[in-house]
């Protein structure tokens, strides 16, 4: 019995030691798996938690107000972890991890897990604005010759656009095709392509070619309407050279006042009877009575109206006194062939309307001031009215014009026009009678009112590019030509600076001069307004657009 119990409890002693041996076995290879289960479930916690901006969860500024990177950091696990995880993740007062465990009685520090934190999340530009910015003349980017080609023709061409038609087609037309190549072997200048000012123009473009398809006048007109409508390319192009360079804006302004000084230093010498006419009727010259030169009157009173308004808010940016005079003088000899030398109507509605728009822009609004200094304007008109013989002259014409409602009259053509073109939209709503329609359809009233003056004949258009628009496309022809006259003005509205200012003062002019002129038929006003909105378009954006802030660490 003795000794076969001997053996029974030595058989036992080692069956116990032989469990201990496997219980401590299985504890290490258990403990081990679960170390690397949480290290694996934190990074995945942390991973997929982001760091809220404090501007997302709290408006105050104090202590505690808003949640920290940290508290937004802290982890979360998917899933619950075990017991015995939980038994063995002790974190410490100093950053160390405690990973405690059951054999041996031994507790080892182990530090944590160096995982990097992502950083904050800033907002993130579209990504039209962040090829924008990325697309811009740099190292990485750096414009081409032949972009650079681009530039000095467009500039040459907005130089030219006041006092030459012929010098200002040339540079244009060749400018164009420089684009072409350039946009074809140029990545960055096909990025900036994609503003929406140049999508809807060359849209507009687009709609007009296949107007043509249906339109019923003869080809000849159609032909001459499309070519017309071909300047709406520079758009684009002034777009994107600008957008490439920040400094085509500045150079473009720059060589929009060097032709208008051209135009307006003519004006005074024809006034002076100093101009010299041209044998071979390249330009045309005026009288002392009605000085004007290279351009007619309504062209004349558009480009220095907008001259002398940009002048006078040039005043109110530039610092120094000097400067402030120098720009008050500028504006002022821009005026002076608009009310005192020639005899053009629309320069008249245009400075006034750019001076009101001006005033808008630069005086902080108050009921009382702003009445104050709008009566200040209409006083100031009332002045030219009783003081520039032309100025009263025109002005009485008008008002005779309205009261007899005389057909031969600028105000009769245009109310007559004005029928015509009503009748077409309302007949023809959606698609109207196609591109370059408008004078065929308005031939039987041109022989009927004028049966024996050259007026009869003419090929007529009415005045107002609405309303031109309107009658060849249709409503909604004139619904994109608006999206892209309001595209164009949409990033001056949301920053305030020079050169937004100027795009301001130069859309208001357009519109308000559309309203009663064909200006994107005319040669002179579409290169005008094109390539200066293009340009200062360009601008604007650049200004309006958020900054890319680093990230913090």
Not at 305 to 310: G, L, P, Y
Not at 346 to 364: A, C, E, I, K
Request: charged share 15%; glycine share 6%.
């Amino acid at each position: 019995m003795a000794s076969s119990d001997i053996s029974a409890r030595a058989r036992y002693g080692l069956t116990i030691a032989s469990r201990r041996r496997t219980m401590t076995l299985f504890s290490i290879v258990f403990f081990r798996v679960q170390d690397s289960n949480l290290v694996r479930l934190r990074h995945a916690a942390i991973v997929k938690t982001r760091p809220v901006p404090e501007a997302r969860h709290s408006r105050t500024r104090g202590p505690g107000a808003a949640t920290t990177t940290s508290q937004a950091c802290q982890i979360r696990p998917r899933r619950r972890l075990s017991a015995h995880a939980y038994a063995c993740h002790r974190p410490c007062a100093d950053g160390t991890v405690k990973w405690r465990t059951n054999f041996r009685g031994a507790a080892a520090a182990r530090p944590a897990p160096a995982i990097a934190t992502p950083p904050a999340r800033h907002a993130r530009p579209r990504s039209l604005n962040k090829a924008i910015a990325t697309m811009q003349d740099s190292p990485g980017f750096p414009i081409t010759r032949l972009e650079r080609a681009v530039q000095y023709l467009l500039l040459l061409a907005l130089f030219c656009v006041p006092f030459s038609t012929w010098l200002t087609n040339v540079f244009a037309g060749c400018c164009v095709l420089c684009f072409g190549a350039a946009v074809a072997t140029s990545a960055p200048l096909r990025a900036v392509l994609r503003t929406p000012p140049a999508l809807l123009a060359i849209g507009l473009l687009a709609l007009l070619a296949l107007g043509a398809s249906w339109s019923i006048g003869p080809p000849a007109d159609i032909g001459s309407a499309l070519k017309k409508y071909a300047r709406l390319l520079v758009l684009p192009i002034a777009v994107a050279t600008s957008l490439r360079d920040p400094g085509m804006p500045a150079r473009a302004l720059a060589a929009f006042f060097g032709g208008a000084a051209v135009l307006a230093s003519s004006n005074y010498l024809v006034w002076h009877d100093l101009m010299p006419a041209s044998s071979e009727g390249w330009w045309r010259i005026g009288t002392a009575t009605d000085s004007f030169s290279f351009k007619n009157h309504i062209t004349i009173g558009i480009l220095l109206s907008f001259a002398t308004v940009t002048c006078l808010l040039g005043a109110t940016y530039v610092q120094g006194t000097r400067a402030r005079v120098a720009c008050v003088a500028a504006g002022i000899l821009f005026s002076v062939p608009i009310i005192f030398l020639n005899q053009g109507r629309t320069g008249y509605v245009t400075l006034f309307v750019g001076m009101v728009v001006l005033f808008l822009l630069r005086v902080r609004f108050t009921p009382l001031r702003t009445t104050f200094g709008l009566a200040a304007i209409v006083l100031l008109f009332v002045g030219f009215y009783a003081s520039s013989n032309n100025f009263k002259q025109r002005t009485d014409d008008l008002i005779t014009e309205v009261r007899t409602d005389q057909k031969r009259s600028p105000n009769g053509l245009r109310m007559s026009y004005l029928r015509v073109g009503t009748g077409i939209v309302a007949a023809h709503p959606l698609a109207g009678l196609g591109t370059g329609s408008f004078a065929e359809v308005y031939a039987p009233t041109a022989l009927r009112d004028w049966p024996e003056d050259e007026l009869g004949h003419t090929r007529h258009q009415p005045h107002s590019e609405f309303l031109l628009i309107a009658a060849q496309l249709g409503v909604p022809g004139l619904l994109l030509y608006f999206a892209m006259l309001a595209s164009l003005l949409r990033p001056a509205l949301r920053t305030r600076s020079f050169h937004a200012d100027a795009l301001v003062l130069l859309w208001v002019i357009y519109v308000v001069s559309s309203s009663f002129n064909s200006l994107l038929w005319d040669v002179t006003e579409a290169y005008w307004f094109l390539l200066l909105a293009g340009s200062l378009y360009a601008s604007a954006r650049h200004q309006a657009q958020p900054a890319l802030r680093p990230a913090a660490p």
